[in-house]
């Protein structure tokens, strides 16, 4: 038998050497080139696809972050796989706080397999972070990225470390810092 298939193969763990900061960076990057695909016009415009990837790679990323600021494993955290709900009951046992609806899309996206679900699937009958019938809007996921960005920014600066805060989105009801 030839010992070259035999040997087993060392597990590859990807970011070591980064730190939670860059890993911020990176989900914020996701978030932007996502948003500024809404300004660039494509013809024939069939699909939001490549806006949505990228969202779900922000969420997935930002959680990474939360877990690696709370000292996880880069082994442990790549073991989630995709697998946000897992990740999301790990960063709250953290102490991960986002509100309610924020939480639920998230679940309801790791229920829907949204991150997988998006690269291989042209139609998007359902929208799967809240289950209804999707539309072109990306409002809600939007929505959910920027709660999430916010609650991971504020638990990095908490270690002492400034981060880049976005401007507010133009559909933001209230800027922040405004009561």
């Known amino acids: 038998m030839d010992e070259n298939k035999t040997a087993k ?5 990807y970011g070591v050497g980064v730190t939670p900061y860059g890993m911020y960076l990176m989900a914020q990057n996701y978030r932007a080139t996502a948003d500024a695909l809404e300004n660039i016009f494509v013809l024939p415009r069939t699909s939001n696809h490549p806006r949505r990837f990228l969202y779900y790679q922000a969420i997935e990323h930002f959680l990474r972050t939360f877990l690696r600021l709370n000292s996880q494993e880069l082994e442990k955290i790549q073991g989630f796989g995709h697998r946000w709900g897992d990740m999301l009951d790990c960063c709250n046992s953290y102490g991960l706080v986002i509100p309610a609806n924020v939480e639920k899309y998230i679940r309801l996206c790791a229920l829907n397999n949204a991150l ?12 799967p972070g809240t289950g209804k019938k999707a539309t072109r809007s990306t409002l809600p996921l939007e929505k959910t ?3 999430l960005e916010l609650a991971v920014g504020e638990a990095i600066e908490r270690t002492g470390r400034e981060v880049f805060k976005r401007p507010d989105p133009p559909w933001l009801d209230q800027p922040r810092g405004q009561s």
Do not use: T
């Not at 193969?9 to 763990?13: A, G, H």
């Not at 997988?116 to 929208?127: A, H, P, Q």
């Open 9 to 13: 193969r060392s597990k590859v763990v």
């Open 145 to 147: 990225i920027y709660a």
């Open 116 to 127: 997988v679900g998006i690269r291989y699937e042209y139609e998007l009958d359902l929208d």
